[in-house]
T-cell receptor
Framework: GDSVTQMEGPVTLSEEAFLTINCTYT??????LFWYVQYPGEGLQLLLK?????DKGSNKGFEATYRKETTSFHLEKGSVQVSDSAVYFC??????????FGQGTELSVKP | EPEVTQTPSHQVTQMGQEVILRCVPI?????FYWYRQILGQKVEFLVS????????KSEIFDDQFSVERPDGSNFTLKIRSTKLEDSAMYFC??????????????FGPGTRLTVT
């Protein structure tokens, strides 16, 4: 069945460091891909999305490119801030509409 | 900006009791979902609902679970006889459409269910 695999956390970075969180997927058909963020004590917020191959999603300095050839959707940010500390979830949406999430990657950014 | 709301934010119940978790989806949305997240684990799909019917359900969504849209605004998840392993954060989500690429699901803040 469809699945999403993320790099394990926690990831600890200093402020202004470069961030990469790896995400790969297995799916039949052509899923849409998403990154969601969960700040401490809060629900899930959509960070960015891409709906077809080679699309780049971007928001708040974060970017991810839908790579069909490598079945990947890695999240990147050039310069992280303390306020980016959160858990990041990669997800795909299958043809039926449900979201399938990766296990989440906790990011901690130190001043 | 419209948002999905959920009540209560935290529910504590004893094993074997029934609980009802409530959600108010965004008003023009047609598709509704429940997900859960056991502490420290991934977010898992439970069920999707459209046109007053379940569209899809996961293996987790057994006979102890049911969903209902009792009126034009609420969407509820009922657990008939709670078990310890039902302790989790339960998220409601809604979307305008299911298959259109651009229509994402909007999540509520979640209800933390603790079964003792």
């Amino acid at each position: 069945g469809d699945s999403v695999t993320q790099m394990e956390g926690p990831v600890t970075l200093s402020e202004e460091a470069f961030l990469t969180i790896n995400c790969t997927y297995t799916a039949t058909g052509y899923p849409s891909l998403f990154w969601y963020v969960q700040y401490p004590g809060e629900g899930l917020q959509l960070l960015l999305k891409a709906t077809k191959a080679d699309d780049k999603g971007s928001n708040k300095g974060f970017e991810a490119t839908y790579r069909k050839e490598t079945t990947s959707f890695h999240l990147e940010k050039g310069s992280v801030q303390v306020s980016d500390s959160a858990v990041y979830f990669c997800a795909l949406r299958n043809q039926g509409g449900k979201l399938i999430f990766g296990q989440g990657t906790e990011l901690s950014v130190k001043p | 900006e419209p948002e999905v709301t959920q009540t209560p934010s935290h529910q504590v119940t004893q094993m074997g009791q029934e609980v009802i978790l409530r959600c108010v989806p965004i008003s023009n949305h047609l598709y509704f979902y429940w997900y859960r997240q056991i502490l420290g684990q991934k977010v898992e799909f439970l069920v999707s609902f459209y046109n007053n019917e379940i569209s899809e359900k996961s293996e987790i969504f057994d006979d102890q679970f049911s969903v209902e849209r009792p009126d034009g605004s609420n969407f509820t998840l009922k657990i008939r006889s709670t078990k310890l392993e039902d302790s989790a954060m339960y998220f409601c989500a809604s979307s305008v459409s299911r298959g259109q690429p651009s229509y994402e699901q909007y999540f509520g803040p979640g209800t933390r269910l603790t079964v003792t």
